[in-house]
Nanobody
Framework: VQLQAFGGGLVQAGGSLRLSCAASERTFSTYHMAWFRQAPGKEREFVAAIRWSGGVTKYADSVNGRFTISRDNAKNTVYLQMNNLKSEDTAVYYC???????????????WGQGTLVTVSS
């Protein structure tokens, strides 16, 4: 299984970015997906998760109302729309795929390589 995350970049505070994560796995639609992030010197933290069907999502308090996770099972892709970005959102963002719908990184079996998001203030 390969996950490829892309869409990161440099953006000013208040701006928006859309991350994508494409999976090679043909059974993508049966897996739950999530985004995590890791800032320099900090542990990886949960950002958002979406169930296999796409109908249920959850978010970290720090991004709730600003970020939206979605998926297109026909394209084997999960997205993270990030609006009103803040400097504290600067991190490497990772997508994870797993059989459990969870906010814990240990519950996800496969990971993308990460994409860097830098928010300038």
């Amino acid at each position: 299984v390969q996950l490829q995350a892309f869409g990161g970049g440099l953006v000013q505070a208040g701006g928006s970015l859309r991350l994508s994560c494409a999976a090679s796995e043909r059974t993508f639609s049966t897996y739950h997906m999530a985004w995590f992030r890791q800032a320099p010197g900090k542990e990886r933290e949960f950002v958002a998760a979406i169930r296999w069907s796409g109908g249920v999502t959850k978010y970290a308090d720090s991004v709730n109302g600003r970020f939206t996770i979605s998926r297109d099972n026909a394209k084997n892709t999960v997205y993270l729309q990030m609006n009103n970005l803040k400097s504290e959102d600067t991190a490497v963002y990772y997508c994870g795929m797993g059989r459990y719908y969870s906010g814990r990184s240990s519950e996800y079996d496969y990971w993308g390589q990460g994409t860097l998001v830098t928010v300038s203030s």
